[in-house]
């Protein structure tokens, strides 16, 4: 792990040396993840995730039209790799919870209700898992916890994936009930 300086702000920062794919690959391996909401990020982590040979599923909501045809058109396909909300949570070992934030609240308790032992509960930025208080948002303990924020807009995640190039994400453990976490 390196630490680099930021003007003045020391950060350790994991490079793709300490942690390549094929670690990833390793760790991941036996996992199914399902990421819930195809709006800002879900289309980039997913198809990136797709793209490195994860397991990956889709847990949208087809009210949200717009979203639901997105995913169809980026190859998902109904009731193989992209399910309602609830189907893609009953699959999933590590569910991404990448809807709105507005939304996470929403889909909270049916998101709990399926946060079985052992599973994993991924957020790309942190005001709910923060803000419990007003989000309601407060896992069993015998789950994982873990935040992965990329620094850039789902476009961005996905135009540097592509180009080769990645993009900088800041990473947090709250919760680590399975000693896999780390």
Excluded: C
């Amino acid at each position: 792990m390196a630490i680099i300086d930021f003007g003045g702000v020391k950060e350790k920062v994991v490079t793709r040396k300490e942690f390549p794919l094929a670690k990833a690959r390793k760790v991941l391996k036996d996992e199914v993840i399902a990421i819930i909401g195809y709006g800002v990020q879900g289309p980039a982590q997913a198809l990136n995730l797709k793209d490195n040979g994860f397991k990956v599923i889709i847990g949208q909501s087809k009210a949200f039209k717009r979203d639901w045809d997105r995913a169809v058109k980026d190859g998902w396909v109904p009731g193989k790799t992209l399910f309602d909300i609830e189907e893609a949570l009953k699959r999933a070992t590590v569910i991404q919870l990448l809807v709105s934030d507005a939304a996470q609240r929403l889909v909270w308790p049916l998101v709990k209700t399926h946060l079985t032992a052992g599973k994993a509960l991924y957020f790309s930025h942190g005001l709910s898992i923060t803000y419990q208080k007003q989000t309601h948002v407060v896992p069993p303990k015998d789950v994982d916890v873990i935040m992965v924020a990329p620094k850039g807009s789902g476009t961005s995640v996905r135009r540097n994936f592509l180009s080769g190039a990645g993009i900088n994400s800041s990473f947090a453990v709250y919760q680590d009930a399975t000693g896999r976490a780390e």
